[in-house]
């Protein structure tokens, strides 16, 4: 079976849907970043009593868990971001082939314009 042109197209306004809804995915994780940074912080004094030992280790324990849910949103931004710069290059890298090709077909490459001539 042969392939045509047709069955090689590329769907742009796919690429474009995909990278919008990665920009508005980064958008909330933006938000998700600052309520774990901002909002989630715990006072030593709300885990009871400066006469409770285990006081400090649960505070402790918070903090850990705190700093590694931040790590996790950071990793996840930047993973999002990652795709979304390469997403953007291939949509870019088939678009600049559509409009070579179409330049091509009109210069004199069989394309209708070079029929007029």
């Known amino acids: 079976m042969t392939n045509t ?21 980064l ?22 009593h400066a006469d409770f030992k285990q006081a400090k280790t649960l505070h402790g324990a918070h903090q850990k868990m705190k700093a590694r849910i931040e790590e996790i949103i950071k990793q996840l931004e930047d993973l ?21 090709t179409k330049r091509g077909l009109g210069n004199g490459s069989g394309g209708k314009d070079s029929l007029a001539n």
Do not use: H
């Open 80 to 100: 999002i971001d990652d795709f979304g710069k390469k997403t953007s290059k291939v949509r870019d890298k088939y678009s600049n082939r559509e409009a070579d």
């Open 5 to 25: 042109s047709a069955d090689l197209r590329v769907d742009l306004s796919a690429l474009d849907e995909v990278l919008s809804k990665l920009r508005g995915l």
């Open 27 to 48: 958008k909330d994780m933006e938000g998700a970043r600052s309520t774990s940074t901002y909002e989630t912080e715990i006072p030593l004094s709300a885990f009871g």
